[in-house]
């Protein structure tokens, strides 16, 4: 007899719409990374802003699923935003210089979420370093 998989178990996630996603990697020097890991589970990177430019992390997350970010700037001048890749207006889901180093978003709808670590502009002007550990999972 043929056992149904637990709900939720089966669900792929979506492809990464990697057209969109490239839009938010605007500075020279800059580059796009999709992170891939499980369904449910986490991924760690570390990374580091040199004046404007970042690296840019795409995350594919399924409608109902929760992502979060967790961010550990070395200096206090570091943030990231989250945006949606759909959304190419710039407005972003969640503002880190405002809403703090922890993410939490559930997806409404199959989506690839854009995760873009940078300084102020005063910093990145200066040309100015810093590192980070970026901790992302699905759920």
Do not use: H
């Amino acid at each position: 007899q043929a056992v149904a998989p637990a709900s939720g178990t089966t669900q792929a996630l979506p492809a990464v719409d990697e057209a969109a996603a490239r839009a938010f990697v605007r500075e020279e020097g800059s580059t796009l990374e999709t992170l891939t890991f499980e369904r449910v589970g986490s991924v760690t990177k570390e990374g580091m802003v040199k004046g404007y430019a970042a690296p840019v992390y795409a995350v594919p997350v399924a409608s109902g699923q929760t992502l979060k970010v967790a961010f550990k700037p070395s200096n206090a001048n570091l943030y990231f935003n989250i945006s949606d890749a759909a959304d190419q207006s710039g407005a972003a889901v969640f503002r880190g210089e405002v809403d703090g180093e922890t993410a939490e978003l559930k997806a409404s709808k199959d989506t690839t979420y854009v995760i873009t670590p940078y300084q102020p502009r005063a910093m990145a002007r200066r040309d100015e370093t810093g590192s980070y550990t970026l901790t992302v999972s699905r759920s």
